[in-house]
Nanobody, 128 residues
Framework: QGHLVESGGASVQNGGSLRLSCVSS????????MAWFRQDQGTERERVAT???????NYADAVKDRFTISYDNAKRTLYLQMNGLKPEDTAMYYC??????????????????????WGQGTQVTVSS
């Protein structure tokens, strides 16, 4: 049974940086799609970035050139390096994984397959 645990959320000033981590366990890792999502109060959940077992990455337009997703195979850990943080980046950030296949996307850029494992979330707050 897959398990995801996020950490690294904090309160930072506008323009600051944070690195989120997500330790994974219980997956076969032969093919996978891992993602960061975020959701602020009163808003819909938003896909932030994805990476799969091929190393292919994909970013939401709102975070391109500021955020970097990566995965350390040896540590089984997903990362999200966030630079140039803005108040609108404030949200609960969730790690998610599809443990059975690499990432595939709809025409609008959202994932075609809903992840089947989710972490508990880590809060990021950016003050102006």
């Amino acid at each position: 049974q897959g398990h995801l645990v996020e950490s690294g959320g904090a309160s930072v000033q506008n323009g600051g940086s944070l690195r989120l981590s997500c330790v994974s366990s219980g997956f076969t890792y032969s093919a996978f799609c891992m993602a960061w999502f975020r959701q602020d109060q009163g808003t819909e959940r938003e896909r932030v970035a994805t990476i799969d077992s091929r190393g292919d990455t994909n970013y939401a337009d709102a975070v391109k050139d500021r955020f970097t997703i990566s995965y350390d195979n040896a540590k089984r850990t997903l990362y999200l390096q966030m630079n140039g943080l803005k108040p609108e980046d404030t949200a609960m950030y969730y790690c998610a994984a599809d443990s059975e296949a690499d990432c595939t996307y709809k025409d609008d850029g959202n994932l075609l397959v809903e992840p089947n494992f989710w972490g508990q979330g880590t809060q990021v707050t950016v003050s102006s």
